[in-house]
């Protein structure tokens, strides 16, 4: 069992930068790969940025690619998602999501069906 808990967000201007936190509680948090989803309203859930169980390797949604990252450590249970350069389209309620058997790590798509446990979310709205 894992429960999650986000923080870091809030309002920001366009271009400025958030960073997310999430505390994982459980003794078996680097059994999970870890990822971050978005869900604006209106629309669905969708995928982020993961990283994998050691946080060797990570993987990214296109629309945030060389603005964001993803990093964990596993001696503190924290995954953290540092946001640069945010547009006002990345508003939305921020989750971090852990997944135990991580199929994007093996070439799947990543997918929010696939998470074991998420957090309750962290609102980030971006100003034009």
């Known amino acids: 069992q894992v429960q999650l808990v986000e923080s870091g967000g809030g309002l920001v201007q366009a271009g400025g930068s958030l960073r997310l936190s999430c505390a994982a509680f459980g003794r078996t948090f680097s059994s999970y790969a870890m990822g971050w989803f978005r869900q604006a309203p209106g629309n669905e859930r969708e995928f982020v940025a993961a990283i994998s169980w050691s946080g060797g390797a990570t993987y990214y949604a296109d629309s945030v690619k060389g603005r964001f990252s993803i990093y964990r450590d596993n001696a503190k249970n924290m995954v953290y998602l540092q946001m640069n350069s945010l547009k006002p389209e990345d508003t939305a309620v921020y989750y971090c999501?852990?997944?135990?058997?991580?199929?994007?790590?093996?070439?799947?798509?990543?997918?929010?069906?696939?998470?074991?446990?998420w957090g309750q979310g962290t609102q980030v709205t971006v100003s034009s």
């Open positions: 999501a852990a997944d135990a058997v991580g199929s994007w790590y093996f070439g799947a798509p990543p997918s929010a069906l696939s998470n074991d446990y």
